[in-house]
Each structure stands twice: as structure tokens, then as C-alpha cells.
């Protein structure tokens, strides 16, 4: 099982606000910040949000980023049917085991 | 614009060992560190460590420790990741992404095509 711990799956129709949580612990996201990634199908990864709320150029403001303590959540709003894809949510853990990247399991999102 | 682009496809049987490149443009080569990431097929993305190219220093993932090599290449701006006795359960799409200029730093941008390894008898 992931270290952090997202829903396997979502819904939602067009037009419609969706949110993905991502729950870790204080040894990642209680202390490093949360990257989201978009992976369409067949295609790579690709960076969406990073240090929590921060949108790399080209990628809509509906996607939006926050952290709580040991939470984060990516909200999509006025959702479109291109936005149908797998979402993760990474950081860097830092434990008695070292310093690493953990990433969620994955959340697929369905526009219905 | 920035760009990285992985060797092809390979099938290995099981004990061998696989080397997969990412060549690197765009962008001064030494200034960020390197990561791999892999995928098995139908689940999620799975870290398995990182290179800083400018001076060739290494973390693994533990869980990859003792079986995986990454090393580069200055000359010509190409990372490689070298996993070793390989078994049925490597058999994972591998990505190089580029991070950050420190080492702690997630923003994986961008990311290679990916590289299917088959390991398969």
C-alpha cells in the first residue's frame, strides 16, 4: 500500500466541482510540500500543482491545490470531459529510513 | 524547450539486467537533479531514487537498494538507470523526470516518454 493515501476513484459531470484528498503523516506532508500530477491515458505524467497551491505555466486555474497539516486536496472545478485521468499526490518523506519521494496510490477521475 | 527523451523498449529475462537511458536538452544539464519513477502495469507510480548530474551523487529508494545503478553521462547531457536480477515483478514502465535544483524538491518537469521493460522467460 501507498504512503500516502488518495481514493481510488472519482466522479463527477461537466461543469461540476470535484476534490481529491491526499492523507500522509507528519514525517511527509506535515512537513515537505505536496506535488499533484495528471497522467492521461497512455501518456506520462505530467506536473499540475506544485509546493501545494502553485500552477506551473499552461495549466488552468481550475485546478487548485491546498495542504493542512498532514492533508492536501486538489480541486478541479468546471470539470470537462479532457480532465478524465489518474491523479497522484507525491512528497518527500523524511524518516528513520531516510529522505524519499512517496507517492499516493492514484485516483481516477471519471467525468460522467 | 526542455526535453527528455528515454531508450527504447526491452525484454529481459529473469536474473538479467537492463540499462535505460534519458537524454536530457534544453536546459543546463548539471542544475537539476534527475529522478526515476516507475509503473507497473495498472497501478501507480512507484519512486526509485534520484542523481545529481553535475557531481554524480545517488539516494535509492530502500527498496531498490543493492539492485539499481544511476549514473550520467556530462558530455552528453544523458542520465542512465541500471537495475539488476531482474524478476517478473520489474516489469514496469520506467520514467526519468527532471526535479528541482536541490534535492529535495518533488516538482518532477517534465518527464520522459517512458521505457516498457518486459521481464519475462
Known amino acids: 500500500q501507498s504512503v500516502l493515501t488518495q481514493p481510488p476513484s472519482a466522479s463527477g459531470t461537466p461543469g461540476q466541482r470535484v476534490t481529491i484528498s491526499c492523507s500522509g503523516s507528519?514525517?511527509?506532508?506535515?512537513?515537505?510540500?505536496v506535488n499533484w500530477f495528471q497522467q492521461l491515458p497512455g501518456t506520462a505524467p505530467k506536473l499540475l500543482i506544485y509546493?501545494?497551491?502553485q500552477r506551473p505555466s499552461g495549466v488552468p486555474d481550475r485546478f487548485s491545490g491546498s495542504k493542512s497539516g498532514t492533508s492536501a486536496s486538489l480541486a478541479i472545478s468546471g470539470l470537462q470531459s479532457e480532465d478524465e485521468a489518474d491523479y497522484y499526490c507525491?512528497?518527500?518523506?523524511?524518516?528513520?529510513?531516510?529522505?524519499?519521494?512517496?507517492f499516493g496510490g492514484g485516483t481516477k477521475l471519471t467525468v460522467l | 524547450q526542455v526535453q527528455l527523451v528515454q531508450s527504447g523498449a526491452e525484454v529481459k529475462k529473469p536474473g538479467a539486467s537492463v540499462k535505460v537511458s534519458c537524454k536530457a536538452s534544453?536546459?543546463?544539464?548539471?542544475?537539476?537533479?534527475m529522478h526515476w519513477v516507475r509503473q507497473a502495469p495498472g497501478q501507480g507510480l512507484e519512486w526509485m531514487g534520484v542523481i545529481n548530474p553535475s557531481y554524480g551523487g545517488t539516494t535509492y529508494a530502500q527498496k531498490f537498494q543493492g539492485r539499481v545503478t544511476m549514473t550520467r553521462d556530462t558530455s552528453t547531457s544523458t542520465v542512465y538507470m541500471d537495475l539488476t536480477s531482474l524478476r517478473s515483478e520489474d516489469t514496469a514502465v520506467y520514467y526519468c523526470a527532471r526535479g528541482g535544483p536541490q534535492q529535495a524538491s518533488a516538482r518532477f518537469d517534465p518527464w520522459g516518454q517512458g521505457t516498457l521493460v518486459t521481464v519475462s522467460s
Open positions: 507525491a512528497a518527500w518523506d523524511d524518516s528513520l529510513n531516510g529522505l524519499y519521494v512517496v
Open positions: 509546493s501545494n497551491n
Open positions: 507528519s514525517s511527509n506532508i506535515g512537513s515537505n510540500v
Open positions: 534544453g536546459y543546463t544539464f548539471n542544475s537539476y537533479f
